[in-house]
């Protein structure tokens, strides 16, 4: 079911805490500069610092990244959905914010209280930890609100079972940048 509020409120620069594979994340429209600014100041991250994507679906990133062919849409879901995120390049378009040496951070979840949010949304979100920069990751919906209260929008659910965040891997070289 689309939730059209929800997405109005994450495309004029709202940040939402969701439940990932490992623990809360924030999020907010990743081609909103507002949005970004905002999160960065939550979370008291630097400014130079990169986000991962999540998406429920490729099409939700097709305009952040460079066309792919069948080939490489099939090596990527060797590891979609799951707790995998891939290094892909990025197009033109792309803003600056979003890319490190012309490379963008994409994952696609596996946790079906994740997917369910992408898709009433039909967009991708930044994903970062919800915690503050150097702090212990938030582990469930009550912790979220306490943190947050009425900072950002929460998404009321259960983390997943992993206890790491997601391996990240470049999809052209193959080296994996962590593990």
């Given at each position: 079911m689309k939730n059209i509020r929800l997405k109005r409120f994450i495309a004029n620069g709202?940040?939402?805490?969701?439940?990932?594979?490992?623990?809360?994340g924030l999020g907010?429209?990743?081609?909103?500069?507002?949005?970004?600014?905002?999160?960065?100041?939550?979370?008291?991250?630097?400014?130079?610092?990169?986000?991962?994507?999540i998406a429920a679906e490729l099409k939700q990133i097709k305009?952040?990244?460079q066309k792919l062919n069948k080939k490489q849409i099939e090596n990527l879901y060797t590891k979609?959905?799951?707790p995998h995120t891939w290094l892909i390049k990025a197009n033109r378009t792309c803003p600056s914010w979003l890319k490190?040496?012309?490379?963008?951070?994409?994952?696609?979840?596996?946790?079906?209280?994740?997917?369910d949010f992408l898709s009433s949304i039909d967009m991708a979100v930044t994903s970062t930890s919800a915690n503050k920069t150097k702090?212990?990751?938030i582990k469930n919906y009550r912790e979220a609100c306490r943190y947050y209260k009425h900072s950002?929008?929460?998404?009321?659910g259960r983390i997943g079972r992993n206890k790491k965040p997601s391996q990240?891997?470049?999809?052209?070289?193959?080296?994996?940048?962590?593990?």
């Open positions: 709202g940040v939402v805490a969701y439940p990932t594979e490992s623990c809360f907010c429209n990743p081609q909103n500069f507002r949005g970004i600014k905002k999160l960065n100041l939550l979370k008291k991250r630097p400014t130079n610092k990169n986000f991962i994507l305009n952040i990244i979609w959905p799951g490190k040496n012309n490379k963008v951070a994409i994952r696609i979840p596996n946790l079906n209280i994740c997917q702090q212990h990751p950002v929008r929460i998404i009321k990240i891997q470049d999809f052209d070289t193959k080296v994996i940048i962590r593990k």
